[in-house]
């Protein structure tokens, strides 16, 4: 099990709104309305499971559950898939860099075991892992999950936005 955090500071001055932004919201609302139509088709079971997981554990401690993004689920969907066919459990190289939003932080758990229940207990007894899931500033979440190997190889993408 491992994870990874990235933090990058995006400046705004106080009291000063950044032009275009009510635009720029409502663009994203109807993105992410139709993302989500989309996205219910392309979201595989155990990954609607992982998903819930961790926002269950999220949400059973008083922290906001966070939403669904279908690039992180589509990244982190291939990363485990390349881990299963690996067998090599490890971070992702590109993801800060490929990340196509203005992310303000991003964090990556990755893990392998005999179940998503065990994987998923593994994490929340991980601090690292659990400081990752639990984080309120974290907004969205894209979850994959393989099998190979003999494991459930699952990763989670983090994003702050």
């Not at 919201?25 to 155990?46: E, K, R």
Request: aromatic share 12%; charged share 15%.
């Amino acid at each position: 099990m491992t994870h990874e955090t990235f933090d990058r500071h995006v400046p705004v001055r106080p009291g000063r709104r950044r032009a275009g932004r009510p635009r720029t919201w409502l663009l994203l609302g109807a993105m992410a309305m139709a993302l989500a139509l989309f996205a219910t088709s392309c979201v595989t079971s155990d990954q609607t499971t992982v998903f819930n997981q961790v926002n269950s554990s999220r949400t059973s401690r008083g922290v906001r559950a966070m939403g669904s993004n279908q690039w992180l689920s589509d990244f982190a969907q291939n990363w485990a898939e390349f881990m299963a066919a690996t067998c090599t459990l490890g971070h992702s190289r590109n993801y800060a860099s490929a990340n196509p939003y203005r992310w303000r932080s991003l964090a990556e758990n990755v893990g392998r075991g005999p179940s998503l229940p065990a994987v998923h207990n593994a994490f929340m007894n991980s601090s690292g892992h659990r400081r990752n899931i639990l984080n309120g500033n974290f907004n969205y979440v894209g979850t994959g999950v393989a099998k190979g190997c003999g494991y459930y190889w699952v990763v989670h993408e983090f994003m702050q936005y």
